[in-house]
């Protein structure tokens, strides 16, 4: 998704800021949001492959392979009607255990 890494940044900043954690180095903040885009990555990631009717997967899983991120989020749309509402489930689920 392309605007996901941005996102997910910030996402993650709030995060770390809503914990309480504000005098970080900015190297630990760095490294602790780089793990926790990775952990929101693997969840967003499972959900959708949950969601992805089984005889689509096939097709899926050749397009993680050649296609570009925008051939990955337009088919993952088409197949998953619900896909932001999914998304935005596992980042509340996420925020939820995190805090």
């Known amino acids: ?3 996901q890494p941005k996102d997910l ?10 914990k309480g954690l504000t005098n970080l180095e900015p190297e630990v903040r760095e490294q602790m949001q780089k ?3 990775s952990r929101i990555e693997d ?4 959900a959708i ?7 689509k997967r096939r097709g899926f899983e050749s397009l993680l392979d050649t296609g570009t991120q925008e051939d990955i989020q337009a088919y993952c749309q088409k197949e998953i ?16 255990t995190w805090l």
């Open 1 to 3: 998704m392309s605007n």
């Open 9 to 18: 940044n910030q996402f993650t900043a709030q995060l770390i800021s809503e």
């Open 35 to 37: 793990d926790l885009v």
């Open 43 to 46: 969840r967003i990631n499972v």
């Open 81 to 96: 009607p619900n896909l932001s509402e999914l998304v935005a489930a596992e980042l509340l689920a996420f925020r939820r």
């Open 49 to 55: 492959l949950k969601a992805m009717p089984e005889e």
